[in-house]
Structure formats: structure tokens, C-alpha cells
């Protein structure tokens, strides 16, 4: 079962334009999320994460938006880079309940910025 | 200065065989993981370890076995490998004081069994 999907396993942006990454969750327990991009051959790189206490994050040109009612979170990088182009994964915990470190993450998301 | 490094990159063994693979931070942290990345590219949890203790061990086949002979180290053991342990495991640190609660990646060890 499956608690946190990325229903799109690939999206194609313009250099300059907006991407929006999708991220859905079934478990209402979640109350921390995370970001990560990852570059073919490397490991997983931390992004930006937020708490189930706010709706929006922002660090320089990334976006975290989340829904808590819809379970429902989104990633907006903008503007978009070349370098951007990497697989985005959605990651999310229980930190509040005691489930400490265990991180459930999504499929992931391709993304190409097309110069 | 690698923050989280793993040895070795690359593994290719037969099945039956026993092999490690070893983890390293020096970010001070005081939790380490292990993950598994399978051919349907999803990431799941393994083993954590805090303060070199057990804290969380998923349904893994006891062929596996975490160690971690200090803060800075988590090893992974694996027996009598089989074919379905073909993935690519990636090891990861944290510190729970921190904010963000993020866990930072090692470049992963790709585990090829013949």
C-alpha cells in the first residue's frame, strides 16, 4: 500500500518557466514532508521540507505548498533551470508520533528543463 | 570531505555469497540508515540506528544485518545473497535536534547478484 504517490512519473518544463512537482499521501499521521532531488549515479539530495503547522515554504526559487485537507502536497521551481532536470521524490513522517527518522517516500518525478 | 560515504560503489557477486557494505558520515549526527532503491526505483527504509541502536528494523530477511561500531559508522551485512537483493543501497544520517529533519544520502552502493 502505497501512502505516498507521485502520479506522474515525468514532466517537461521550458528553461525560465514554472515546474510544478505533485505529491499525494493517504496517511493523515503525516505531519512533516520532504523534498529531495536526485541526479543519475548520486545520491538522494535534500531540497526543502515543511511542517503539517504551515502551508507554504519557500527557500530562493523552491516552493513548498501543502494541503493538509486534500493530503496533498506540490513543489514550484521557478524560475526552472537546465540544471534543474533530475528526479524529485516526495518523502514524508510521522516525526510527532514518535516515528522518528522513518521516511516514506514517493516514486519519484522526472523532470527535464528544456533549455 | 564527503559527507556521507559509502564503500563499495559498485558490487557484483554470486548468489550465495556473503558481502558488506560500509557507511561513514562526518557530520556529527547521531542517526544513521539504511535504505533499499529497487528496479521500481522506490526508496525504503531498512534499519535506522541512534547512538549505535537499534531503532527501526523493517520487515528485512534476518540474511541482513546492520552494525554500527560507532556514531560516525553503520556496516551492512548481507548472507547468502540472492538474486532479488539486486538493488541499490543507499545510506543515510541525521541529526533529531536539527532543524530541518532532513536525512542526508550517501551516492549509494549498486548490488548486482548473478
Known amino acids: 500500500d502505497q501512502q505516498v504517490k507521485q502520479n506522474s512519473p515525468s514532466l517537461s518544463v521550458q528553461e525560465g518557466r514554472i515546474s510544478i512537482l505533485n505529491c499525494d499521501y493517504t496517511?493523515?499521521?503525516?505531519?512533516?514532508f520532504l523534498w529531495y532531488k536526485k541526479y543519475p549515479a548520486e545520491g538522494p539530495t535534500f531540497l526543502i521540507s515543511?511542517?503539517?503547522?504551515?502551508d507554504k515554504n519557500e527557500d530562493g526559487r523552491f516552493t513548498v505548498f501543502l494541503n493538509k485537507s486534500a493530503k496533498h502536497l506540490s513543489l514550484h521551481i521557478v524560475p526552472s533551470q537546465p540544471g534543474d532536470s533530475a528526479v524529485y521524490f516526495c518523502?514524508?513522517?510521522?516525526?510527532?508520533?514518535?516515528?522518528?527518522?522513518?521516511?516514506?517516500f514517493g516514486q519519484g518525478t522526472t523532470l527535464q528543463v528544456k533549455p | 570531505d564527503t559527507a556521507v560515504s559509502q564503500t563499495p560503489k559498485y558490487l557484483v557477486t554470486q548468489m550465495g555469497n556473503d558481502k558488506s557494505i560500509k557507511c561513514e558520515q562526518n557530520?556529527?549526527?547521531?542517526?544513521m540508515y539504511w535504505y533499499k532503491q529497487d528496479s521500481k526505483k522506490f526508496l525504503k527504509i531498512m534499519f535506522s540506528?541512534?547512538?549505535?541502536?537499534?531503532?527501526i528494523n523493517e520487515t528485512v530477511p534476518n540474511r541482513f544485518s546492520p552494525k554500527s561500531p560507532d556514531k560516525a559508522h553503520l556496516n551492512l551485512h548481507i548472507n547468502s545473497l540472492e538474486l532479488g537483493d539486486s538493488a541499490v543501497y543507499f545510506c543515510?544520517?541525521?541529526?533529531?535536534?536539527?532543524?530541518?529533519?532532513?536525512?542526508?544520502f550517501g551516492p549509494g552502493t549498486r548490488l548486482l547478484v548473478l
Open positions: 540506528y541512534n547512538n549505535k541502536e537499534l531503532i
Open positions: 518523502a514524508a513522517s510521522e516525526f510527532n508520533s514518535g516515528n522518528t527518522g522513518k521516511l516514506i
Open positions: 496517511n493523515s499521521m503525516f505531519d512533516y
Open positions: 515543511i511542517s503539517s503547522i504551515k
Open positions: 557530520l556529527g549526527h547521531d542517526t
Open positions: 543515510a544520517s541525521s541529526q533529531e535536534s536539527l532543524t530541518p529533519k532532513a536525512q542526508y
